[in-house]
């Protein structure tokens, strides 16, 4: 049974700094893009940022870009997302997901498997 499980998520003070980890089980996905999406209370799912299976290559929603970084570990089946400059608005449930083909993309409905979450809070 495929299972992804978030980790890393808390509370924290804008300007400070978290990293979310995404550890997969049950089959691997060295093949497969991930990404991470958020939702806030009241607000849509959205795509955060996105990594093509190999690494290679990398997509940021604007809000995020030049302060989040995403990246994987093949080997460890494990990927992540460092979170740096963070900001009230960034106050959400994050969640990893693996992309059906190796290609990273914003559409969550080409994502598969999901995990189920971790909240982040960010105070100002």
């Known amino acids: 049974q495929v299972q992804l499980v978030e980790s890393g998520g808390g509370l924290v003070q804008a300007g400070g700094s978290l990293r979310l980890s995404c550890a997969a089980s049950?089959?691997?996905?060295?093949?497969?893009?991930m990404g991470w999406f958020r939702q806030a209370p009241g607000k849509e799912r959205e795509f955060v940022s996105s990594?093509?299976?190999?690494?290679?290559?990398?997509g940021y929603a604007d809000s995020v870009k030049g302060r989040f970084t995403i990246s994987r570990d093949n080997a460890k089946n494990t990927g992540y997302l460092q979170m740096n400059s963070l900001k009230p608005e960034d106050t959400a449930i994050y969640y990893c997901?693996?992309?059906?083909?190796?290609?990273?993309?914003?559409?969550?409905?080409?994502?598969?498997?999901w995990g189920q979450g971790t909240q982040v809070t960010v105070s100002s």
């Open positions: 997901a693996i992309h059906r083909g190796s290609y990273y993309s914003t559409n969550s409905n080409l994502y598969v498997y």
């Open positions: 049950g089959r691997t996905f060295s093949s497969n893009a």
């Open positions: 990594i093509y299976w190999s690494g290679g290559s990398t």
